[in-house]
Every structure is written in C-alpha cells, then in structure tokens.
C-alpha cells in the first residue's frame, strides 16, 4: 500500500515533464531532478513573454531570475506576490504561491538585499486499504523553498548577486520509509545594462546569467538513495526600443541547461549488462553535487548532439506604453526527447505608482500537455510610491 501511495506522489511530481512522446519512445530521456518545482517560473511578466527573464528589465520578482537585477531597479524598495493554479487540466488543488521582496542599501543605492519565498502544494492525497474505497488518512505533499540575496554595482553597468537558499520537500507517507527532504543551496548570477545606438535612437542592451541552485543532493529514505536538485544556468540577453517617447518594445532571449547529469539506464538483459548498471547506478547515487555539474556537460549517452537537445530556449517580448499599459507574448522550446515542452504564452500588465498588476497565459503547441491554458497572476507594490501617498 505505502508503494502504492509512494508512486502516486511521484507520478504527480512527474507531470512536470508534461510530453505526449515519453510514452512511446524509448529515445525519451529527459533530465531527473528531485523538488522540480523549482523550475517552475512564478510570476505573470515573465510567464507572459515564454518563461523569459535573466535578461529582461529588473522588476519586484527578479529574485528567481537573476537577482542582480535589483540595483538597477527604478524604486528603492518593493514586495510581490504571485499565484499560479498548476495542472489545472487534471487536478484542482495543486498550486504554486511565491513572495519576493528587496530594499536598496549602501551610499548611491549600489546595493540590494533581497528575498523570497515559495510554497507549491501538490494537493491532498488519500490512502486507502486494498480492495476498499473510504480512506484511512490524508496526505498532503508540499515543497517550499526560501533565500536571501544580496547584490552589488561593480561599475555603471554591471552588477553580480549571491544567494543562499533552503529547500524543503515534504513527500513522506507519515511512515518509516519516506522523510521530509532538505537540501541548502546557492544561485551566483550577474546583469549588464549598456546604452547603444541603433540608426538615431538610444537603445538599451541587457546581458544576464544565473547558475541556480548549487547545493546538496536531497533525500527522502533517510540517505539511502539521493537525488540532484535542478541546478540551472540561464544565460540571456535582451534589447530594449523605444518607439518614441510614450512606446517601448523590449525582446528578450534566454538558453538555460540543467547541470545535472544523465540517469543511467538498462542497456539489456543479460547479467553483464545489469551488472554495469548496478555500478552506474551506484556511483550516480554518491555522486556529489559539484561532480554532477561538471559531469551534466559530457555524459549524455547519445554524445554532444544529446547535450545540445538539453537546451532549452525561450523568446519573449513586452510591449509598454508611458510604462503604465504592458502587452507580453512568448514561446518556450524544449527538445521532444527532453521533456518536449512547446508553448506559446501571452499575459498584459497595468502599472500605477503605487501597485502592478500583471496576468499569464499558456497555450501549448504540442498536443495531450496539461500545462495547457495555464493562468499566473502577479500583484506587486512599489514602497517608494506608497510612501510618496502620505507625503
């Protein structure tokens, strides 16, 4: 029965790869990661331009992006929230909530503290006797993660930001078999702004990366077996136009490849072949961390071509009138054998001095994938602009 229930869970963590491919093709082989709500992008902007924003203008939920962002942010302070209804084609309690904060420190504002927090719950779950429908207890599975960051100017145009971060993932049975998983990780990423011209018209050009979630593997039989947590580099770049003195268009575009490395897989049947395995899998489980980085770029069992399809890409672009009226599109690419997650998205944004309401949504372009017509809503509130009301 706790077998049963422990494949339930990890049936529903899997949804994640959302694919109508993996079932037939046995080329399939996406990148496992243990918390994968964690590469769930939170916030509306850049839901709404395709899960884009390493490189994109700094805004309150920067913290997952690339928190260095936030000394080159217009207010001094801010606090969001965002909230995304997850699967909503298959179930109707799982969601994600997300909190982010900063406030600019030090002499000419050169310097940011930040902060998050990000609770998904993966609904409740009921366990039941074989053979009889009334459940005897109710599980409810969650991940959550919390950080703090700190960012500097190391010149005009450029900024670098560091992040500690705890991870949380509760996915136990309430028995001796399954725990609570922790692990401790870090993001180090850094953002440029640079003005150009392009024909008569002053441009801004951004360049971002983000290496996120460096940190221990997590466990959830008390060691026994581990599992990387989705560490991510993200590298992106972007250009902003402004049309005339009311319009801007910004594209943006982002790559981000897990650095994970490959699960070993049975190559035959004979006692050779599951002996090789066995020791594959061993030395996969006692795997450290930083060895599995450097391991994510060389390992792929079908060489260099299988480690560029572990590319992921995204374009987006964002559409502002007098920074007050925001129109957002986007697409997402990922390979068909690495998960085959292909959407479209679109979301629009209103800004007053005070508060940014912003909304997201997706539209798969690959057929039987439940993230289709995914929603996300973002609330955000500028503390220069409240404090300015009682002024």
């Known amino acids: ?105 030090g002499q000419n504002d050169n310097q940011a503290v930040s902060a998050s927090l990000r609770y998904f719950t993966l609904g409740e779950i009921t366990e039941t006797h074989i053979g009889e429908t009334v459940p005897y207890n109710r599980l409810n599975p969650y991940e959550m993660a919390v950080d703090v960051s700190y960012s500097r100017k190391l010149s005009e145009l450029y900024s670098m930001a560091v992040t500690a971060r705890y991870i949380r993932s509760d996915m136990s049975d309430q028995s001796d078999e399954m725990v609570p998983g922790n692990s401790v990780a870090a993001d180090v990423s850094g953002y440029l702004e640079k003005y150009v011209i392009l024909g008569n018209t002053e441009s801004l050009w951004t360049f971002g990366f983000n290496v996120s979630n460096i940190g221990t593997k997590i466990s959830y039989d008390g060691g026994t077996t581990n599992e990387f947590i989705p560490t991510t580099l993200k590298i992106g770049t972007g250009l902003l136009y402004p049309l005339d003195d009311y319009n801007r268009i910004g594209v943006y575009l982002d790559m981000s490849k897990y650095l994970v490395p490959s699960l070993p897989k049975v190559r035959g049947n004979t006692e050779e072949e599951q002996a090789n395995y066995d020791r594959l899998r061993t030395e996969y489980n006692t795997m450290s961390f930083m060895t599995g980085i450097f391991k994510s770029f060389y390992d792929a069992p079908g060489g260099f071509s299988e480690e560029l399809r572990e590319i992921n890409f995204s374009l987006g672009a964002e559409y502002s009138y007098n920074d007050q009226f925001f129109l957002r599109g986007g697409y997402y690419y990922e390979n068909p054998y690495k998960g085959n997650r292909q959407y479209f998205s679109v979301g629009a944004g209103f800004r007053m001095s005070v508060f940014q309401l912003d909304a997201a949504y997706l539209i798969s372009t690959v057929p039987s994938n439940p993230l289709d017509q995914t929603l996300r809503f973002s609330l955000s509130f500028d503390m220069d602009g409240i404090k300015n009301l009682f002024r």
């Open 1 to 105: 029965m706790k077998g049963i229930v422990r494949k339930s869970l990890h049936i529903t963590a899997c949804m994640f790869l959302a694919s109508s491919a993996w079932a037939q093709d046995k080329s399939f082989a996406p990148v496992n990661t243990a918390v994968p709500s964690l590469s769930i992008a939170p916030d509306a902007r850049a839901g709404a331009m395709g899960d884009n924003g390493v490189a994109s203008g700094p805004d309150i939920a920067s913290q997952y992006w690339n928190p260095a962002k936030y000394t080159f942010h217009y207010s001094n302070a801010g606090i969001g929230m965002s909230y995304t209804p997850w699967l909503r084609r298959l179930v109707n309690d799982v969601a994600l909530a997300y909190m982010s904060g900063f406030y600019k420190i």
